[in-house]
């Protein structure tokens, strides 16, 4: 696109007055100066027009996975590759809301063949991801009288990630509480070979029967045989829209995703098996260690999900893959909510509640309860779970 600038209009109307003001007094030299003043403009136009400069660019975002309120380096590139210096550039990088506002900077004029690179900097300010570019670069004549518009086609990606706060050791300090619970980093020591006792179901072959764990527990066990036990954690994750309430980073489901972040990343960090699930029946990640992959393949389940229209999944089968942990991290629940979350037969059972619910109830099934609310630290929603008066070390 074509356009005089502020200063070409300028001098085009002071050219045109001026020669109307010469004419008027016959005043050649006025007459003359003015018709400068329009022809100055004028040759800025036709070589904005007619040239040919190639101008190439270069977008380098570092890095391009960023925390909400984290910072990222831009690096914005172009190089003239033309025969004839460039004259003033004005670059303008597109930048959507979430990371900030579009950034407009100017480079000097450009010999041929030459680079010139400025810097900016992005901001997260929302979960997910966004788009930086596609970047304009608008090139004025020697005079600055008229310039041309450049636009390229290129963006760059950029994944914002809830905050990841650190949490204490008590991971490595809980114990299990509730029924017929065993102490699980003891049982993830086992491995693969060993047959654990759970209790008699109806349907269960006699053969199965574990007959020293009956004598110790006094009610009749059976070998766990295809579903040994991991240093497994799973993480739940409310994302109901009637669960949570508040919009953009201060609702409750941002403080509900960053603590569930947390979690997954501090038990994936210590070695567990980790596995993601929502209310609503999806299984949002899953990752066997602490790999770039596996920490890749979370950060961007959690920079992705959003909450839905959904009810409260019944069953959200905790039991189903011999997770030895289990932190949910819920938003409202009523009673009939409540009773539908069945606490895992054995292992560490632990949720961090949106108060005021019905702790006292979903205590009393087993589960350690953690309220809390949108100024709450997460670290600290969690020490009270992880390290409980009592707790076995």
């Not at 003043?37 to 890095?63: C, E, K, M, Q, Y």
């Not at 949490?167 to 017929?180: I, K, Q, R």
């Not at 899953?286 to 229209?309: E, M, W, Y």
Request: proline share 5%; glycine share 10%.
């Amino acid at each position: 696109m074509h356009t005089l600038t502020g200063r070409g209009r300028i001098l085009i109307v002071s050219g045109v007055a001026g020669v109307a003001t010469g004419w008027a007094f016959r005043e050649p030299a006025i007459t003359a100066v003015a018709a400068l003043l329009i022809l100055l403009p004028t040759i800025g136009a036709i070589s904005v027009r007619r040239s040919r400069f190639a101008i190439g660019s270069a977008r380098v975002v570092t890095p391009t996975r960023i925390t909400v309120g984290g910072t990222a380096d831009v690096a914005l590139t172009v190089e003239n590759g033309s025969r004839f210096t460039s004259g003033l550039l004005m670059l303008e990088d597109s930048v959507p809301d979430a990371l900030g506002s579009a950034s407009r900077v100017l480079l000097d004029r450009i010999p041929p063949g030459a680079q010139r690179s400025q810097h900016y900097s992005i901001q997260g300010r929302e979960r997910g991801r966004a788009h930086v570019g596609p970047l304009s670069v608008v090139i004025t004549d020697p005079f600055g009288t008229a310039s041309i518009t450049r636009s390229f086609t290129s963006t760059s990606t950029v994944m914002v990630v809830p905050e990841i706060i650190a949490l204490g050791s008590g991971g490595a300090t809980m114990s299990p509480g509730g029924h017929n619970d065993t102490m699980f980093r003891a049982l993830a020591a086992r491995g693969d070979d060993d047959l654990l006792p759970r209790e008699h179901r109806p349907g269960d072959d006699i053969r199965h029967i574990h007959w020293r764990a009956t004598a110790r527990h006094g009610e009749l066990m059976v070998r766990r045989e295809e579903q040994a036990w991991h240093a497994a954690v799973t993480v739940v994750l409310d994302d109901r829209i009637s669960a949570h309430h508040g919009t953009g980073s201060a609702s409750t489901f941002e403080w509900a995703v960053s603590a569930s972040a947390s979690v997954a990343m501090h038990f994936l960090r210590d070695g567990w098996r980790v596995v993601v699930l929502t209310t609503s029946g999806r299984v949002l990640a899953q990752a066997q260690h602490a790999s770039s992959a596996g920490t890749d393949h979370v950060l961007q389940a959690f920079a992705d999900i959003r909450p839905i229209q959904s009810a409260m999944v019944p069953d959200l089968g905790l039991d189903s893959d011999g997770a030895a942990a289990v932190v949910a991290v819920l938003g409202r629940l009523t009673n009939d909510e409540a009773q539908s979350i069945s606490r895992p037969v054995a292992g560490f059972a632990a949720c961090l509640l949106l108060e005021p619910g019905p702790d006292e109830h979903l205590r009393s099934q087993g589960w350690r309860v953690s309220p809390w609310h949108r100024a709450t630290p997460v670290a600290e929603a969690w020490h009270r779970i992880a390290t409980p008066a009592g707790a076995v070390r």
